[in-house]
């Protein structure tokens, strides 16, 4: 019985894996054929994106950019694994932006914009948290911040080693290095230094 549930479900997943081969040649040849492929990728994408940058309207903006990209460069599409693509060019978008935000945000801008966390105190510690999360992957080298993050955003192993262009080994030692890093920062500093009593 167990073999033919797991038969059943490797059957589900290779003809899930060819159904979306197929969407995509089709893709290729008719961009209105990408549609779907998009229903099925937006949400990921955006959430990515939102954990990412933390602003709805600038995740939106960022999941626009990705699927014109990916629009874009469909025809020259070489990969395994379509979701990892879509990922890596997720990546390379935010960290397009960022490099443009910097060259043409002075510093002082963002004194002058109110926070945008709504004021019901749910809503708020809710906000605080996501801040902290944020301020928190922050610390992380960028490397080992781009693994947790596209963990976060439900990527596997292999997806992400393929959208950072690492192996898969490099990114298990990535993340298992950053969770090291924030278990680290999480602990409570004792006054003493090194956490003993006498």
């Known amino acids: 019985m167990r073999a033919t549930l797991s038969d059943n479900a490797g059957s589900q997943a290779a003809q899930a894996a060819l159904d979306e081969a197929a969407q995509i040649a089709l893709a290729r040849r008719d961009p209105r054929a990408f549609a779907p492929l998009y229903e099925r990728y937006a949400d990921p994408i955006y959430r990515y994106c939102h954990r990412r940058l933390g602003d709805p309207d600038a995740a939106a903006d960022a999941t626009s950019k990705v699927f014109v990209r990916a629009l874009a460069a469909l025809p020259r599409y ?97 993340h298992v290095r950053a969770l090291t890093t924030l278990r680290a920062l999480l602990q409570p500093e004792t006054p003493g230094g090194s956490g003993e009593e006498p």
């Open 78 to 174: 070489r990969h395994d694994s379509f979701r990892s693509w879509l990922f890596a060019i997720a990546h390379n978008t935010l960290v397009d932006s960022w490099r443009t935000a910097r060259i043409e945000a002075p510093l002082d801008a963002g004194a002058e914009h109110a926070d945008p966390a709504p004021s019901p105190e749910d809503q708020l510690l809710s906000a605080d948290a996501g801040r902290e999360i944020r301020a928190l992957l922050a610390r992380l080298p960028a490397d080992q911040r781009h693994v947790v993050e596209m963990r976060l955003a439900g990527l596997s192993n292999q997806e992400i080693a393929a959208a950072l262009g690492r192996s898969v080994g490099a990114t298990k030692m990535l």
